[in-house]
């Protein structure tokens, strides 16, 4: 099936400090991904919508202003969290729909887990 | 609103062992997909299936199986002799015809640890 690869797996900043995620789609083009956020033993939460070329569309309760997404490519789409502090640290997953696989199914990346200090 | 309940939060069986992971799910569409994702301690989501709320047949692949059952709202899931590297959470999911494909509600999930 397609790949979604994200970078990077595993980040560390201080509080105050803004962290910024990619999300890549391998070997085919996304005009949509989309930003999940997974707190410690529990579900997946979406988080927003980020479509290329135009604005990212946010779920109820995201605050856009601290996620900010661009989606600059059909291969690329950045979630930098801003200004982050202890309670942004996550798991945060980005996903894209799977061409390969019939509608309706994703295939996620592997994740970015995002810790402040 | 959508809603996928896992009500297994743990489950831990010897190698070999069946093991069935249940999910229970609510909505009033009536046209809707469900799944089944697996995740592993690397973290990325593996997709397993997908069905439509058309499709009450059962599919078996491989050691893998999915019972769906729209009266009582329930997406099953039964791996057969299990084996370790079945090790994961596992995550059952929904998403509305209606809404973006890219939504999906997941439940909980169960994590399952299969012990040689």
């Known amino acids: 099936g397609a790949v979604v690869s994200q970078h990077p797996s595993r980040v560390i900043c201080k509080s105050g400090t803004s962290v910024k995620i990619e999300c890549r789609s391998l070997d085919f083009q996304a005009t949509t991904m989309f930003w999940y956020r997974q707190f410690p033993k529990q579900s997946l939460m979406l988080m927003a919508t980020?479509?290329?070329?135009?604005?990212?569309?946010?779920e109820q309760g995201v605050e856009k202003d601290k996620f900010l997404i661009n989606h600059a490519s059909l291969t690329l789409s950045t979630l930098t969290v801003t200004s982050a502090h202890p309670e942004d640290s996550s798991f945060y997953i980005c996903?894209?729909?799977?061409?390969?696989?019939?509608?309706?199914?994703?295939?996620f990346g592997a994740g970015s887990r995002l810790t402040v200090l | 609103a959508q809603k996928v309940t896992q009500a297994q939060t743990e489950i831990s069986v010897v190698e070999k062992e069946d093991v069935t992971l249940d999910c229970v799910y609510e909505t009033r569409d009536t046209t809707y997909y469900l799944f089944w994702y697996k995740q592993p301690p690397s973290g990325e989501l593996v997709f397993l299936i997908r069905r439509n709320s058309f499709d009450e047949q059962n599919e078996i692949s491989g050691r893998y199986s999915w019972n769906f059952q729209k009266s009582t709202s329930s997406f099953n899931f039964t791996i057969t002799a299990s084996q370790v590297v079945d090790s994961a959470v596992y995550f059952c999911?929904?998403?509305?015809?209606?809404?973006?494909?890219?939504?999906?509600?997941f439940g909980q999930g169960t994590i399952l640890t299969v012990h040689p």
């Open positions: 996903s894209a729909r799977d061409p390969l696989a019939g509608a309706n199914v994703l295939t």
């Open positions: 980020s479509n290329e070329g135009s604005k990212a569309t946010y």
């Open positions: 999911a929904l998403s509305l015809v209606r809404t973006s494909y890219g939504k999906l509600t």
